[in-house]
């Protein structure tokens, strides 16, 4: 049987990834690989190039048979960066940062380096990520192949927009995309789960800050009403804005939440010993679960209890001065925290619905109550325009996100139920999220689908480029087979 | 790609005319399974087996003939089931033959015939499987047992062995496969209100072929490596499992 390789090697060498071996090239490691939510486990040969010559050249040896996907971080939440029985190229050693132009903010980075490097890197010269999602720990490569966004989105767009150039491996050949020179690829790329190619590199513009805080509203809101509501309104004063939502409460009380907006501290908003660390980066130290939850740690009534308390815990106040790591990444202070929904992981659900359909947020949280499924965590945004990309998931509207640890028979149904409704008024799913969705309901989510999958065919007419994502989704190559 | 609940996009059935396997079938391609297989001996009764499944909403239904009596062939239905559908993302081995101890246990032939159906072709079958499991990197294969072969029964005990084989075998193929992608599940139902137990004295905690089904679409989401149906046989049966010898032969049935 044909072993997915490119060395001549067996395929279960045990060797240290990415390490050369005497021949020069490095070898590849068989293993297990799943998404941030731990489900949907599947087994592929891993590749660390040292460099972009060698994403290429692993890129021209693979066929078409198995398929061959990116991998950075692994914080996709689905299947989007695993590739079963197939190439996994894992980003890891294109790390390099160049210095950032003092003038523009632009800097050349390697798509493995993480948005806390860069943010590390950025922070003491006074330079700021563009776009920031839930976690620091994400690779340049995956935040423009899931084209994500940020508590800024309604002011700044997703990632895609602050990158005016990459450099993007593919089957037939490494090519300088730029919005200029190849829209069509390039916003392709952005947001096309990295089924166009392997992004090596990019050229990103980050944002200037005279601090590392920011200066944030609180506002604890009775019903989902008022905090719809306080959301529109706040954004216009605001650069950065979210909702928590208490998914627990019922009634008169449904959709009660928290709404934080903020904006980066000025030099003379700070006062004594954060005036004189105006520019610390976050901290280091981070927290690790020890051990996986008991299957029933996480049920209707300890999420409940815990909504309450965050909820009570958290009053309405003006113009408090928080670090930025607090305020943008405050689930990267536990390092580990999705194994504590236990072996059978969870899924995060997040649609987008435009502006007019906000009764669907109230009706998927009323559905996920009614099919007895609890909410461990619940983000509400709105999003400004989208940007040009086929894939691209943001359009212009209300976005819920929610976290949902399987298990709950109800569960699979009631998201079935909810693609429908989201479907029906012109709303999608997040890929970088999704881990479920039908492939039918997929194409009436994305109707640009076609113009994408004619990119793929142009830079990939073989088809090697795949995923277990795109394989459950039939995107391109994956449709015929 | 099966997904976040374990759900295939592709399923092969071997045995696909069996009453469980085609309840199974219904309902995973209600829930979205789009591709199916059926393999079995009788192609009148696949035919029905494939009208249910595109009735349920299956998107492409195809069927293969076999017969589980030439265990040799095993490898040979399993590799033309994998090229004839691509990738496959679940595999049910529901082949069975129930012998009656009472007319049969006598008849070198007749056992012969039990153990190679219900225990010899789907461990070389299954085996097969593993290997295209581990060149896919992923897959699940589900295999009916019964609780039968949990404690043979004097009364029933030439097909309660061939499946206590079945059982232990793929048990341990799904450690075999750890780190590979690919996993088994095994299926422990009581006594089911089928056509293959037509005709003979129901059981207590009996159950239907829709239960079962029911039970392992379950078992898939939770990653289970055993599912009893009803699920309450799984105390039932580590009680009587404890009970000594002699006890266990005095009780009825």
Redesign the interface.
């Known amino acids: 049987?044909?072993k997915?390789l490119l060395t001549d090697r067996p395929a279960a060498s045990k060797s240290t990834e990415g390490t050369p071996n005497k021949a020069g090239a490095p070898e590849s490691e068989?293993r297990?690989l799943f998404g941030w939510?731990r489900?949907?486990?599947?087994?592929?040969s891993v590749l660390a190039p040292e460099d972009p010559s060698g994403v290429s050249r692993a890129l021209s040896l693979v066929g078409s048979a198995r398929g061959v996907i990116a991998r950075g971080l692994g914080r996709s939440y689905?299947?989007a960066a695993q590739?079963?029985?197939?190439l996994v190229i894992d980003t890891r050693h294109l790390d390099t940062i160049g210095g950032i132009d003092p003038e523009t903010g632009d800097v050349e980075v390697g798509a493995g380096v993480s948005l806390d490097r860069l943010l590390r890197v950025g922070l003491p010269q006074g330079w700021f990520i563009p776009v920031s999602p839930g976690t620091r720990q994400v690779s340049i490569g995956g935040a423009i192949a899931a084209d994500v966004h940020g508590k800024n989105h309604h002011a700044d767009g997703s990632f895609g927009a602050h990158v005016s150039a990459l450099t993007l491996s593919t089957p037939s050949g490494a090519f300088e995309v730029s919005p200029d020179a190849d829209p069509d690829l390039f916003w392709s790329t952005a947001g096309g789960m990295g089924l166009t190619g392997v992004v090596t590199r990019a050229r990103v513009r980050m944002r200037r800050v005279e601090t590392s805080w920011m200066r944030v509203d609180t506002e604890r809101h009775g019903d989902i009403d008022s905090l719809m509501s306080a959301l529109e309104r706040v954004d216009a004063e605001h650069r950065y804005s979210v909702a928590w939502i208490d998914c627990s409460a019922r009634g008169r009380r449904l959709g009660r939440g928290l709404l934080d907006a903020g904006n980066h501290a000025t030099v003379s908003e700070l006062t004594g010993r954060r005036a004189r660390r105006r520019l610390d980066p976050p901290p280091e130290r981070t927290l690790r679960v020890p051990f996986p939850a008991p299957p029933l740690a996480i049920n209707p009534v300890t999420v409940a209890a815990f909504n309450e308390a965050w909820y009570l815990k958290s009053p309405s106040r003006r113009a408090q001065i928080r670090h930025l790591s607090g305020f943008f990444h405050p689930l990267d202070a536990l390092g580990n925290w999705n194994v504590v929904f236990g072996?059978?992981?969870f899924?995060q659900y997040q649609f987008v619905v435009g502006d007019e359909h906000r009764d669907v947020v109230v009706h998927s949280i009323e559905h996920l109550q009614r099919a007895r499924c609890p909410v461990t965590l619940a983000v509400l945004k709105r999003f400004g325009p989208g940007d040009p990309g086929p894939l691209s998931f943001p359009i212009p509207g209300w976005t819920l996100a929610l976290d949902l640890p399987?298990?709950p028979?109800g569960?699979?149904p009631a998201l079935?139920a909810l693609d429908r409704t989201v479907a029906n008024v012109g709303g999608r799913v997040y890929l970088a999220k999704d881990?479920?969705l039908?492939?039918e309901l997929f194409r009436t989510m994305y109707p640009r689908l076609d113009e994408f999958e004619a990119v793929c065919r142009r830079v990939d007419p073989r088809g090697a480029l795949g995923s277990?994502l795109s394989?459950?989704l039939q995107i391109g190559a994956e449709r015929a087979? | 790609?099966?997904?976040?609940?374990?759900?295939p996009?592709s399923v092969l059935v071997l045995g696909g005319t069996s009453d469980i396997a085609r309840a199974l079938v219904r309902q995973l391609t209600a829930?979205?399974t789009?591709k199916v297989l059926l393999a079995g001996r009788d192609q009148a009764r696949l035919d029905e087996a494939v009208d249910e499944a595109r009735a349920a909403g299956a998107g492409s239904v195809a069927t293969l003939l076999f017969d589980a009596r030439n265990v040799a062939g095993a490898p040979g239905v399993v590799d033309s089931a994998f090229a004839e559908a691509?990738?496959v993302d679940l595999v049910v081995v529901a082949v069975g033959l129930l012998v009656d101890n009472e007319t049969e246990e006598r008849d070198p032939a007749k056992v012969a015939e039990c153990v190679a159906v219900n225990f010899a072709w789907p461990a070389a079958a299954l085996t097969r499987v593993a290997?295209h499991f581990r060149?896919?990197?992923?897959g699940r294969a589900v295999v009916l047992s019964s609780v039968a072969g949990v404690r043979v029964r004097r009364a029933n005990y030439v097909y309660g062995s061939a499946k206590a084989g079945l059982d232990e075998f793929a048990r341990n193929l799904h450690q075999a496969l750890t780190?590979?992608?690919a996993g088994v599940t095994v299926v422990r139902p009581g006594f089911v209100h089928s056509k293959m137990t037509l005709g003979r004295p129901s059981a207590p905690m009996s159950t239907t072929p829709d239960a079962v089904a029911t039970d392992i679409v379950?078992g898939l989401?939770?990653?289970a490596e055993v599912v009893w149906s009803p699920g309450k046989l799984r105390a039932v049966f580590l009680a009587l499992q404890l009970l000594p010898e002699p006890l266990w032969r005095r009780l009825p049935g």
């Open positions: 049987m044909p997915p068989d297990m939510g489900t949907a486990p599947s087994r592929a689905g299947d590739c079963a029985g197939g072996r059978r992981g899924v399987v298990g028979p569960l699979r079935q881990a479920r039908d492939p277990d394989r459950r087979r | 790609m099966n997904d976040a609940f374990g759900r996009a829930g979205g789009d691509g990738r290997e060149t896919q990197g992923s780190g590979s992608g379950r989401e939770n990653g």
